[in-house]
């Protein structure tokens, strides 16, 4: 059997399963189920690379396969499953639903992108990187759980506002803006923040 299933990757699938999770709650129509979900993947995806690295001695090919890995469990997480989301919110309505595809290629395009780079990076030199270009997708989870709790104030308004922050994020994912590479403070802030939005949305659906 080909495949490394030990701790770390098992834990990325985990994030994958609530990925694929919220795409079947957004079928079912539970959208605050489905965002819980998207935003608890990304809770999971931001713990990756600390799990990653309680193991000791990773091979070269192992961290490789766990890169990959973990790109294409974002594809599902923040590429498939907020377009299911978005195309669930602005159901009826053809035009929104068309224009959240733009959402999903700017994703996968700027996840093709970061391998690419970050493997000619690594070729020059070591380390962790100082800067991201373009905005990364796992924050988009949080950008749209936030506006989310917003739905029942704004109404009618709700799907037009929600596709518009969607094309921002993905106009951010493609842009050349270099986001700095998170420190331990930063990381812990965003960490906070996903927990408290997780809970406002737990209790925003029951």
């Known amino acids: 059997m080909i495949g490394i299933f030990d ?3 098992l834990f990325t699938f985990l994030g994958t399963m609530c990925g694929l999770f919220s795409i079947y709650f957004s079928f079912q129509g539970n959208l605050g189920l489905a965002m819980i979900l998207l935003v608890l993947a ?3 995806d ?3 690379g600390f799990v990653a690295r309680l193991k000791k001695n990773r091979t070269e090919f192992e961290k490789k396969y766990g890169v990959q890995l973990d790109s294409l469990s974002d594809v599902v997480c923040f590429g498939v499953a907020p377009l299911f989301l978005a195309f669930h919110v602005n159901d ?3 035009i929104l639903q068309g224009l959240s595809f733009l959402y999903f290629f700017a994703a996968i395009s700027r996840l093709t992108w970061f391998n690419v780079e970050e493997e000619e990076r690594r070729k020059k030199e070591s380390g962790s990187r100082k800067y991201y270009t373009g905005l990364p997708v796992t924050p988009s989870s949080l950008i749209l759980g936030t506006i989310f709790l917003l739905r029942d104030v704004l109404g009618n308004i709700f799907p ?3 596709t518009a922050i969607l094309l921002c994020v993905a106009f951010l994912q493609l842009s050349k803006l270099q986001v700095p590479h998170m ?3 930063g990381q812990t802030v965003c960490v906070i923040y996903g927990l408290l939005l997780l809970i406002l949305l737990i209790l925003y659906s029951l």
Do not use: A, I, P
Request: hydrophobic share 35%; net charge positive.
């Open 183 to 185: 420190q331990k403070k």
């Open 46 to 48: 931001s713990m990756d």
């Open 7 to 9: 701790f770390t990757s």
């Open 42 to 44: 990304s809770f999971v």
């Open 160 to 162: 037009y506002l929600y």
């Open 92 to 94: 009826g309505n053809m």
